[in-house]
């Protein structure tokens, strides 16, 4: 090749070795732009990953303050039950007790009413014997005066157990009067237990719910987590393939750098090479001529 030749050959290698620099450059910088991108998504990868995990944990906290909320919730209610029970039976047995007192009250009033005919018979019977020792009748006005003293003693007793059931009914009215307190006591405090267990209940649920939810939420962010990954893998993929591609286009011009710097020295060496040549021609020519 003529040294003209090797300069043109030359100057194209400088060509192609400029175009594959420039495009090698384009190269790696997109691919350093693919993997920052990537990162970022792995970044994003990675703060969804936290987020379903602690999704995670407070939704299975909220089931199982739900189950102990249910668990507490049942609990009371039993007891709310056993409270109504127990105050129903005090509040039946207040009312027996009332019943009790009141026939007690009736049999109080009859013994006394007894009692008082018994004294006044036993007055009468007392009279007509006083009545027959005046006549002279000694035998049957101390029959009458002994039947009279028994009468009396009899009207003093009915009297006195008169006395003593209307103490025993009143005493059993008290009592019926309590225990029907402490009845509808425990009626209440059954009726506001069970109140409580269905609200305790109500809140179980809706935790149970909330953990259901958070739990959903917190699955749904791992696995948008995981298909993050797998993108910014391929992204990652993808940015290193343009590195090296980039890379390998810096390498190509390099080549084509150094392989036209061989060319144009090759160029120069024969220009130079032709250039003594002629001026060897030129020397022999003139020495002819001598």
């Known amino acids: 090749m003529t040294d003209k030749e090797l300069e043109e050959a030359a100057v194209e290698m400088e060509l192609y070795a400029d175009m594959a620099e420039v495009a090698g450059v384009e ?7 693919t993997i920052a991108d990537a990162e970022a ?9 936290a987020v379903g995990a602690s999704d995670i944990t407070h939704g ?6 739900a189950e102990r909320l249910a668990e507490f919730s049942e609990v009371v209610g039993e007891a709310g039950i056993l409270d109504v029970v ?9 009312d027996d007790i009332e019943s009790l007192s009141a026939m007690l009250t009736m049999m109080g009033e009859d013994d006394l009413n007894w009692g008082m005919d018994l004294a006044g018979i ?47 009914a009143a005493a059993l009215a008290e009592a019926g009067e309590e225990v029907g307190d402490l009845g509808a006591n425990e009626v209440a405090e059954g009726l506001i237990r069970m109140a409580v267990s269905d609200e305790l209940e109500l809140e179980s649920d809706i935790l149970a719910v909330e953990g259901v939810l958070d739990v959903a939420a917190g699955l749904d962010e791992l696995d948008a987590s ?11 993929a993808e940015g290193i393939a343009e ?43 003139e020495n002819e001529d001598f």
Do not use: C, N, W, Y
Not at 27 to 33: I, K, M, P, Q, W
Not at 60 to 65: K, R, S, T, V
Not at 226 to 236: C, G, I, N
């Open 27 to 33: 190269d790696v910088a997109e691919g350093l732009s």
């Open 41 to 49: 998504i792995e970044e994003v990868s990675r703060a969804e990953l």
């Open 60 to 65: 299975m906290d909220e089931l199982a303050a």
């Open 86 to 94: 127990e105050g129903a039976e005090l509040l039946s047995a207040s």
């Open 122 to 168: 036993a007055g009468q019977i007392m009279v007509a014997g006083d009545v027959v020792a005046d006549l002279d009748m000694p035998v049957l006005s101390d029959f009458l005066r002994d039947r009279g003293d028994v009468l009396r003693h009899m009207a003093t007793d009915s009297i006195f157990e008169a006395a003593a059931t209307s103490s025993i």
């Open 226 to 236: 995981v298909a993050l990954d797998s993108v910014a893998k391929d992204v990652a």
């Open 243 to 285: 590195v090296a591609i980039g890379s390998a286009e810096l390498g190509a011009s390099d080549v084509l750098h150094a392989a036209a710097e061989v060319e144009e020295e090759a160029a120069e060496d024969i220009a130079e090479i032709a250039l003594e040549s002629d001026e060897f021609e030129e020397e022999a020519a």
